[in-house]
């Protein structure tokens, strides 16, 4: 095996090779189920039935079943959801499936709320992390990219894979397609982004004016894709992610969307034909449990990694471990508040 040292630019996918698909923007939407149902419980008693169809409509699955030697329970009270951005909604991927139709998860995040479920953290594991992956279908263990976990073994390996890798008990687990990015972004009449200066798209010739930008659901799929003409390429287009998915969730959990009885059913009813979840998870006792949460509550965080570097030919995220298992630990011990102090979140308010 050979490496080189870590550069700041990533490449092109080649480990356990598979192509680069358009759902792996759908990280920008992820979190937005749960702080939705944060919201909503504010609510959830003058419109019980929104939420007992919402609970009805989503599709779930069971991830954890035959998972063994699992990491202990972290603060009680505090809940980690791991969120899976991919290709498909098919709620007929099973925890026991041996792949998943050589689909690849094109965005994980673990979403930790705290124990007074007060505060919010999402941490971005990036789609290339080199890291160990157990065995599973057709794949017989080692070290790949951690996107490749969903192909081998749906998404049950992926939580096995991100349980090893940090030592975090997942509690849930959220699956979300790419289409549903659109149509939540339409259900709450669009969104507003600044742009720091003019561009435009050089392959879908997309044009951001300088200033304020007020996006559809077509338009924000545009916004959050584009890396060509951007001064900083792939890393602006990251900047321009978070920035979007804080507005959408400002937009999203601000009471003129969820005080409003058809607004919110358009949102919830986006949502439900978007995601998958364990079978495990309560809608209703969700949304009542973080009703105190907003988007001001959440903090941005990207695993610490070294860059990207190359293995065998193929670009990959290499992680800092010790800063990296610093982070998770303070997850697990529900002090990632004190780990911020010396390691500051990403706080975006603007895009290229």
């Known amino acids: 095996m050979t490496s080189r040292t870590p550069t700041t630019q990533q490449g092109s996918y080649s480990v356990g090779q598979a192509p680069r698909r358009r759902g792996r923007v759908v990280k920008v939407i992820l ?34 079943a035959g998972l063994s030697n699992r990491p202990g329970g972290g ?52 789609r290339d992390s080199y890291v160990y992956v157990p065995p599973g279908g057709p794949w017989q263990g080692g070290r790949t990219k951690i996107n490749a976990a969903f192909s081998y073994g749906g998404p049950r390996l992926v939580v096995q894979t991100v349980e090893g890798f940090t030592g975090v008990k ?11 990015f659109k149509k939540m972004t339409d259900a709450v009449g669009g969104v507003d982004v600044v742009v720091n200066q003019a561009v435009t798209d050089p392959e879908t010739h997309a044009h951001f004016k300088k200033g304020v930008n007020h996006l559809n659901g077509d338009q924000a799929l545009l916004y959050v894709r584009q890396r060509h003409g951007l001064p900083g390429g792939d890393f602006d287009r990251v900047k321009r992610q978070q920035q979007f998915m804080r507005a959408l969730l400002t937009t999203a959990t ?28 309560s809608m209703g006792k969700t949304a009542v449990a973080f009703r105190g949460l907003r988007a001001s509550d959440m903090s941005f965080i990207t695993t610490p990694n070294r860059g990207a570097s190359r293995v065998d030919g ?34 975006v308010t603007s895009g290229a």
């Not at 959830?44 to 991830?63: E, G, L, M, Q």
């Not at 601000?254 to 998870?281: F, Q």
């Open 31 to 64: 979190v937005i189920l749960v702080l939705i149902l944060a919201a909503a419980g504010g609510i959830a008693y003058r419109y019980v039935n929104s939420i007992t169809s919402f609970n009805a409509k989503v599709a779930r699955n069971d991830p954890f």
């Open 75 to 126: 603060v009680p009270g505090a809940q980690n959801f791991l969120l899976i951005g991919s290709d498909s909604r098919d709620s007929r991927l099973p925890a026991q499936a041996t792949n998943s139709g050589g689909q690849r998860s094109d965005s994980l995040i673990l979403f930790h709320v705290n124990a007074n479920h007060d505060k919010a953290y999402m941490v971005s594991i990036p």
């Open 170 to 180: 997942i509690d849930h687990v959220v699956m979300i397609n790419f289409a549903g």
């Open 254 to 281: 601000a009471k003129g969307t969820l005080a409003n009885p058809n607004k919110l059913s358009a949102l919830l009813d986006a949502t439900a034909d978007a995601i998958v979840v364990d079978k495990d998870l």
């Open 314 to 347: 193929a670009s990959v995220v290499l992680i800092d471990k010790v800063k990296a298992q610093a982070l998770f630990d303070a997850m697990n011990s529900d002090s990632i508040d004190q780990w911020l102090k010396s390691n500051p979140g990403n706080v």
